[in-house]
């Protein structure tokens, strides 16, 4: 089992950055961790993963924005989110699971309570 606690949203102007957190119970370095968000009245989306080799993968709609990363304890995962835009308004959710599913954790991961990001036009 880990628990997940999320930190860093808040409300930024378009164009501005937030870097959220992810604090994992234990060592995640065998783990595939990611990033998930959720806008009013849409399906949770992926938007990055990092499997156990250290691969990533990226939501084309966070390409070149958004970077996945984590400390050197493997026990926080970060995305570092530039250039934010008013449609990446969303709760933000931190999974974790033992395999990747398609470069993400699988709906049926461990998951984060969410934290909120708002980006105003």
């Known amino acids: 089992q880990v628990q997940l606690v999320e930190s860093g949203g808040g409300s930024v102007q378009a164009g501005g950055s937030l870097r959220l957190s992810c604090a994992a119970s234990?060592?995640?370095?065998?783990?595939?961790m990611g990033w998930f968000r959720q806008a009013p009245g849409r399906e949770r989306e992926g938007v990055a993963g990092?499997?156990?080799?250290?691969?990533?993968t990226y939501a084309d709609s966070v390409k070149g924005r958004f970077t996945i990363s984590k400390d050197s304890a493997k026990t926080t995962v970060y995305l570092q989110m530039n250039s934010l835009k008013p449609e990446d308004t969303a709760i933000y959710y931190c999974?974790?699971?033992?395999?990747?599913?398609?470069?993400?954790?699988?709906?049926?991961?461990?998951w984060g309570q969410g934290t909120q990001v708002t980006v105003s036009s």
């Open positions: 999974a974790a699971a033992r395999f990747c599913v398609g470069g993400y954790p699988p709906r049926s991961s461990y």
């Open positions: 234990r060592d995640t370095s065998y783990w595939c």
């Open positions: 990092v499997d156990s080799r250290d691969r990533i």
